[in-house]
């Protein structure tokens, strides 16, 4: 048994079904990130609702950054405070299920936005992508309760992978049921957004039934706002003991920054810049799936052995070989055609550099989530996970607008070399995180705080 071992509190393995009750959260909620953000209604915002405006996509595309950039900037005021709250008053699953049913509402509404109702479309995705980006942090804080350290990985990973098989389907049948995101198509395609809450609603329903919530309610005598403000300032002075948690959540905030530009532009660059046919865009959408689903999981049983910020690294390193395969594209396909006589078109290239980006994509997020886990003490746990959706749609600001700007300069093409640039950055960061002693800084505080504060 390490040091580490013998100051961690037992934490025995949730059972089956509030495993796999935690992870169907995972599962519901990729059909926003999906449909919403990635597939469908971003290619359909941009190409269709605001359109060309001076012969291209850069007012449309830069609209786009925007909207996404203030809902993940209200995430980074309000996350920590909302996590410190959840701490103090055990409440996790009530503020969980509020930011579910205000994702839902929002969603459905979108198929309001008719061609040239902007602002409309702007405020809903706004409202949506904020309640559901909390929800991300307030599903991700139950994970530390889930098991024993050596086993976060595995179960963090199991949530990812389960999230990319509910996007396969929820994504699968709009793209073969509701068609292209086309002027042409509208009328169908506009049905996006009420599919997406739909199942959203519907699926995510065994969190709410299996998940505990643990933790003893502290007396409510002050108002949340006094809860939070005191609870996270607190926490900001003690941040020098968890100073490894702090050097990977600026790691982090620079990948997470990478993440969320291709999250965002994956399938508008496939429109835009690489000039994909639908069938091709649907089974690009396929491939990815399924490698982010293999990515998760595997590298979750990987880092349970390795480490997890060795494979958090190890994530990186793919990632900057993604970035550079998804710039090179175009010219690659014209080099190989010229050097061997093929006849190949960008998009079916494209089509391999889709395996690449999967498996960085699956295998990233998961080992992320799980370090935070095994920084966390338990009773800190949605505080710090507060603190770790705020690196993530800092990052998500951040990243996003610097490649709405950076694109109405040099075009959608060059401005995603940014990608790369900020995952080596992450990488370089990270080499100054000691994983084993940050989690014995996580036991110390449990050690410490063991009692009921």
């Not at 706002?225 to 948690?245: C, M, Q």
């Not at 969320?260 to 810049?273: H, L, M, N, R, T």
């Not at 690659?332 to 061997?340: D, E, I």
């Not at 886990?373 to 690196?391: C, D, N, Q, Y």
Request: aromatic share 14%.
């Amino acid at each position: 048994m390490s040091s580490t071992d013998s100051l961690l509190p037992a934490r025995s393995r949730a059972s089956r079904r509030e495993i796999v009750g935690w992870a169907m959260f995972d599962f519901a909620n990729q059909a926003y990130t999906l449909l919403i953000i990635t597939v469908v209604f971003g290619e359909l915002f941009t190409t269709v609702i605001v359109g060309e405006r001076g012969g291209d996509y850069r007012l449309a595309n830069f609209l786009w950054s925007l909207a996404l950039a203030v809902s993940y900037l209200l995430v980074v005021v309000t996350g920590p405070l909302c996590g410190a709250v959840m701490d103090y008053r055990a409440e996790k699953k009530r503020f969980l299920f509020a930011s579910y049913l205000a994702t839902v509402a929002a969603t459905a509404m979108l198929y309001f936005v008719a061609p040239g109702y902007v602002v409309l479309g702007l405020l809903l995705i706004v409202v949506s992508n904020y309640a559901y980006s909390m929800g991300e942090s307030f599903i991700a804080a139950f994970l530390p309760d889930l098991g024993p350290p050596e086993d976060l990985g595995k179960i963090s990973g199991f949530g990812w992978a389960l999230g990319y098989v509910g996007g396969l389907f929820a994504a699968g049948f709009t793209l073969v049921v509701l068609g292209e995101a086309t002027a042409e198509n509208f009328e169908r395609i506009r049905w996006v957004g009420p599919f997406a809450a739909g199942f959203f609603l519907i699926t995510a329903i065994p969190t709410f039934l299996w998940v505990k919530e643990r933790g003893t309610p502290q007396p409510a005598g002050k108002p949340y706002r006094e809860i939070a403000i005191e609870r996270v300032s607190t926490t900001l002075h003690e941040l020098k003991r968890f100073r490894d948690l702090a050097t990977f959540l600026v790691s982090l905030l620079f990948s997470m920054a990478g993440v969320y530009i291709i999250i965002a532009f994956a399938f508008i660059y496939g429109a835009q810049v690489i000039g994909w046919d639908e069938p091709i865009r649907n089974l690009m959408f396929i491939i990815v799936q399924i490698t982010a689903a293999a990515g998760a999981l595997g590298f979750g049983f990987i880092q349970d052995r390795i480490g997890t910020k060795l494979t958090y690294q190890f994530t990186l390193v793919l990632w900057v070989a993604a970035i550079l395969a998804i710039w090179a594209t175009p010219e690659v396909t014209t080099l190989l055609n010229a050097r061997f006589g093929l006849d190949w078109e960008a998009q079916h290239l494209f089509l391999f550099v889709g395996c690449l980006a999967g498996l960085s994509l699956g295998s990233s997020q998961s080992a992320s989530r799980a370090l935070v886990g095994l920084f966390s003490p338990t009773r800190k746990a949605a505080e710090f996970f507060g603190f770790w959706g705020l690196a993530n749609k800092l990052a998500g600001v951040f990243g996003i607008i610097a490649l709405g700007l950076l694109q109405t300069v040099v075009g959608l093409q060059a401005s995603i070399l940014l990608c790369a640039a900020l995952f080596i950055v992450a990488m370089l960061i990270c080499l100054f995180v000691d994983q084993a002693r940050g989690q014995r800084a996580a036991a110390a505080w449990e050690a410490r705080n063991g009692r009921v504060i």
